[in-house]
Every structure is written in C-alpha cells, then in structure tokens.
C-alpha cells in the first residue's frame, strides 16, 4: 500500500509570505495528525482529523495556522502570514480507527522542511 | 502530565560496537512505546513498538528495545552499529485517550569510522 506522502518536501518562503503544505494519508484511515518539530526542540503535536472533523487542535499555535480536511481525504496546512519562528519540519501521520482499546500506530510521512527566511 | 525524556542529546558509538539509547517515560496507564529513526533528509521511520506481551521487542535494522515498567523505561539497543545508523532517535509513548504521542527531544547518534 502506498504510505503517508507529503509535499512539498522542502519549501523556502520569505517572511509575510503564504504557505500551503499538503497530505495524502494512506487509504482508509480515517485519523490524520499534523506534528511540527522546531529547530532543536522535540516533535510536537499541531492538530488531529477525525475524517473531515478536527478531533483536537490543541497544539495549533496561533491562528496564522489553518488546516483543512475537505472530504475526509488529504488535507492541507496553511501557514500565512508564515513568521522566522514557524521554521522547521512539518510531519503528517495517519493512522487506523481503534478497535476497542487497541491502537494500531502511527504511519508518518517524510516531513515538509519549511524555511522562512 | 505525560512526558517523555531522553537524556543524551548527543551519542557517538564506533562502528561496529554496541549502542544503547535510553528513554524514560511518565505515563499514567499501560503505555504504547515507540522508537523513532529520522535520517538526515528523511522521514520519520518507525523502528519497532511496544504495546504488550513480550518486553523485548525487535525491530528493523537490528534493534531491539526493553520495556522495563519498574524502571519506567524503554531503552534501545544494537549489538554492532553500522555507518549507515547514523541519525536521530525519538522515544514516544501514548496514546493518551485522543490518540496523541508525546515524543522525546531526540538523540543524535553519531559513527566514527
């Protein structure tokens, strides 16, 4: 089966500029995670589809920030006006629905390398 | 609060020697713990994962890991380390009821020839 893809890969963007990063899940799975990681720091949580629903996008840090799951399919993370500090590597993740309490893991994309200069 | 901490930023390990990563978690249930690989220009890769039964887990690549719950940790192993493993290693544990993993900092682990 085809895995997680992201694009692009790499993007550089100047600051004020408006960025638009895409992902395709793997067929099937209904859940979708954006994670962000900033130089040096850990990887950390941005927002969770349930399908076309945002289950939680807790860890969104301001409302430059805005994802989208139109249809339940793949979905987009817009970054506009994108700032110096949202530099960094943007990972996509989908995964399975529980069954009962079992969870059946995370697939990740390879990242978006987003540089804002 | 669950959290995850690796406490070696940095590692460098000559090939062919053993390596071990370790990785602490605080977590208020029976976690899921993962292991992590990120090579430079890649993805993240998952290694292998724990979910229950057996404490030791093997993986791809050669690694195996060790769920120890009285220890509260779940350490990474190689017995011989190749060139080819040089990268960055996440430790992650969850979900939590909302399907969210909290990962560690990270250790970078370097080969010298």
């Known amino acids: 089966e085809a895995g997680v893809t992201q694009f692009p890969s790499h993007s550089v963007i100047e600051k004020g500029q408006t960025v638009t990063l895409r992902c395709d899940p793997i067929?099937?799975?209904?859940?979708l995670y954006w994670y962000r990681r900033v130089m040096g720091k850990e990887i950390k949580f941005l927002l969770h589809f349930v399908k076309e629903s945002k289950q939680d996008e807790s860890g969104m840090p301001n409302n430059r920030f805005l994802a989208e799951r139109t249809g339940g399919t793949y979905s987009t993370l817009k970054v506009q006006p994108a700032e110096l500090e949202d530099s960094g590597v943007y990972f996509c993740a989908s995964s399975l629905d529980r069954v009962g309490n079992l969870f059946y893991g995370y697939t990740f994309g390879s990242g978006t390398r987003l540089t804002v200069v | 609060a669950q959290s995850v901490t690796q406490p070696d930023i940095h590692i460098t390990v000559s090939e062919g020697a053993s390596l071990e990563l370790r990785c602490n978690y605080s977590?208020?249930?029976?976690?899921?713990l993962f292991w992590y690989v990120q090579s430079p220009g890649q993805g993240l890769q998952l290694l292998l994962k724990?979910?229950?039964?057996?404490?030791l887990v093997q993986g791809i690549k050669g690694f195996e890991a060790e769920f120890k719950r009285s220890q509260s940790s779940f350490n990474l192993r190689k017995p011989s380390v190749h060139w080819s493993d040089a990268a960055e290693y996440f430790c992650a544990v969850g979900p939590n009821r909302d399907d969210k993993i909290i990962f560690g900092k990270g250790t970078r682990l370097h080969i010298l020839p």
């Open positions: 724990y979910f229950s039964g057996d404490t």
């Open positions: 977590y208020g249930a029976t976690p899921y």
């Open positions: 067929s099937g799975h209904d859940n």
